[in-house]
């Protein structure tokens, strides 16, 4: 079974020390996301539908809101330790204007790159101090995070290109129609939604309606629902007391077993164990990582 060993959760997002053995359903984060082998066997991400090796000379780096799924490449028995980055784009951007567009579905124009000596320095040192620390200053993760981030896309993302982004694409205003139905979801979290009456909802066919979510948000409605399910379990499991079993009933989930199996399907833990390794983080209004890598 995977487990966790560490997961720290800030204003910087999430980071998550993994020991994982099994794959992972086909999901989505509003994050940057940056997957880093920190030991154990090979094993890969499915993204853009190509396999992404996962080894100590590759990381794999996943856009915002693009579909993926980690597939367990390595032999029976064996596990695969990952440092997983969920990073904000807001915390990037308010760190360094060039990272504003770090939320653009092309800020990653590779999904796979390789490590150089001085990333896979950082990880290590990355590693050994989320693994053995009892406790990291803020501060001092901040400054780890972010310059681990900046060593690892530098060369391989257009982050100080930002007028190359925009003209990638555009920024484009989502249509009313989607705004309405993702509003509907939100304030639903607990309703498993069905994709007609999702489109009857928006006021659209079926296929209209598909395609329009889809456009505005690069994912399908599905995955975007189950993207808002799976990060309010998040915030409940981490800043309340309340039982596992009564946050999987808020959100819709009719048996503890089965908000345990979509938890473990996209994080590839249980919300138990989250909850006992989620580590939170957050620090004075104001204060910001020092960078010496700009």
């Known amino acids: 079974m995977s487990t966790a060993i560490k997961i720290f959760q800030g204003r910087f997002g999430r980071v998550a020390l993994l020991d994982m053995n099994a794959s992972l359903v086909p999901h989505a984060h509003h994050h940057c996301h940056i997957l880093l082998k920190a030991g154990g066997a ?3 991400f499915l993204v853009r539908g190509e396999r992404q090796p996962l080894t100590v000379e590759t990381a794999v780096l996943v856009n915002a809101w693009e579909p993926h799924a980690y597939t367990h490449a390595a032999p029976p028995g ?3 330790l990952i440092l997983a980055l969920y990073i904000e784009p807001s915390w990037l951007s308010e760190i360094q204007r060039s990272l504003t567009l770090s939320s653009h579905p092309r800020f990653f124009h590779q999904s ?6 001085e990333t896979r320095k950082f990880v290590e040192e990355f590693v050994m101090e989320l693994w053995w620390a009892d406790e990291v200053a803020a ?5 780890l995070l972010f310059n681990l981030v900046i060593s690892v896309i530098d060369s391989y993302s257009g982050w100080r290109d930002m007028a190359g982004l925009l003209r990638t694409r555009p920024p484009s205003a989502i249509d ?9 979801m939100r304030e639903n979290l607990m309703r498993d939604f069905d994709m007609d009456d999702l ?3 928006a006021g659209l066919s079926r296929a209209h309606f598909f395609s329009l979510f889809h456009r505005d948000t690069h994912v399908t409605p599905l995955v975007y629902a189950n993207v808002l399910r799976f990060e309010a379990a998040v915030d409940r499991l981490s800043h309340s007391s309340e039982p596992v079993g009564d946050v999987g009933h808020s959100l819709g989930f009719t048996a503890s077993s089965h908000f345990a199996r979509f938890f473990r399907q996209h994080l590839g833990i249980t919300p138990t ?5 989620v580590n939170l983080y957050e620090p004075p209004v104001g204060s910001a990582p020092d960078s010496d890598l700009l």
């Not at 796979?112 to 000596?117: A, E, K, S, T, Y």
């Not at 164990?273 to 390794?277: H, I, P, Q, T, V």
């Open 42 to 44: 090979d094993s890969a």
């Open 78 to 80: 064996e596990q695969t």
């Open 112 to 117: 796979c790159v390789q490590i150089r000596p």
């Open 139 to 143: 501060s001092r993760l901040e400054n």
């Open 176 to 184: 009313p129609r989607t705004r309405k139905v993702i509003t509907h």
């Open 199 to 201: 489109a009857s909802f």
């Open 273 to 277: 164990d989250y909850r006992r390794a």
